[in-house]
T-cell receptor, first 110, second 113 residues
Framework: AQSVTQLDSQVPVFEEAPVELRCNYS??????LFWYVQYPNQGLQLLLK??????LVKGINGFEAEFNKSQTSFHLRKPSVHISDTAEYFC????????FGKGTRLHILP | KAGVTQTPRYLIKTRGQQVTLSCSPI?????VSWYQQTPGQGLQFLFE???????NKGNFPGRFSGRQFSNSRSEMNVSTLELGDSALYLC????????????FGPGTRLTVT
């Protein structure tokens, strides 16, 4: 059975500093991987996805993620965060159905 | 293209009552999934409907049910409401095949008193 673990429930980071949100998954088959973002009082929206091909995936708002098959990880990164990046971020894995991690709250410190 | 819409956006109900939430997917999407989001449990999968058939189901009691109509619109129903059912209920639509992302609606905030 597939599962997703987001290792940090909250991540504080100073504005303009880099950030990495960690995600590990387990699955017995090839999977598709996603990162979603949820801004306050809104639904989730897709940041980026990995289906196949290049292991470095670029998404919206300057985010990128790297698929590492040997470490079964799909960590999300941004080189310089902005106050508007304050949100909750969800990693998800999909084969026949999609499973979400518990989310990581990103707090941007002034 | 219009996004996923959910109605109502906010709802207050009393314990023991029942509630029906509605979701209209993006045009052309045949898959609709429902999630319950709470601060303690995070995002939990309720069920997925594809072409009017329930394709996947999460670990929720039978009080939670759903259906999908021929136009892909979906409803979920919760009977005999409990205080613990207070949550944000999110609906998501997709083309329904692995690898296709889900598009989420803004959610229905249900408060049970």
């Amino acid at each position: 059975a597939q599962s997703v673990t987001q290792l940090d429930s909250q991540v504080p980071v100073f504005e303009e500093a880099p950030v990495e949100l960690r995600c590990n998954y387990s699955s017995s088959v090839s999977v598709y991987l996603f990162w979603y973002v949820q801004y306050p009082n809104q639904g989730l929206q897709l940041l980026l996805k990995y289906l196949s091909g290049s292991t470095l995936v670029k998404g919206i708002n300057g985010f990128e993620a790297e698929f590492n098959k040997s470490q079964t990880s799909f960590h999300l990164r941004k080189p310089s965060v902005h106050i508007s990046d304050t949100a909750e971020y969800f990693c998800a894995v999909s084969d026949d159905k999609i499973i979400f991690g518990k989310g990581t709250r990103l707090h941007i410190l002034p | 293209k219009a996004g996923v819409t959910q109605t109502p956006r906010y709802l207050i109900k009393t314990r023991g009552q029942q509630v029906t939430l509605s979701c209209s997917p993006i045009s052309g999407h045949r898959s609709v999934s429902w999630y319950q989001q709470t601060p303690g449990q995070g995002l939990q999968f309720l069920f997925e409907y594809f072409s009017e058939t329930q394709r996947n189901k999460g670990n929720f009691p039978g009080r939670f049910s759903g259906r999908q109509f021929s136009n892909s619109r979906s409803e979920m129903n919760v009977s005999t409401l409990e205080l613990g059912d207070s949550a944000l209920y999110l609906c998501a639509s997709s083309l329904g095949r692995p690898g296709y992302e889900q598009y989420f609606g803004p959610g229905t905030r249900l408060t049970v008193t």
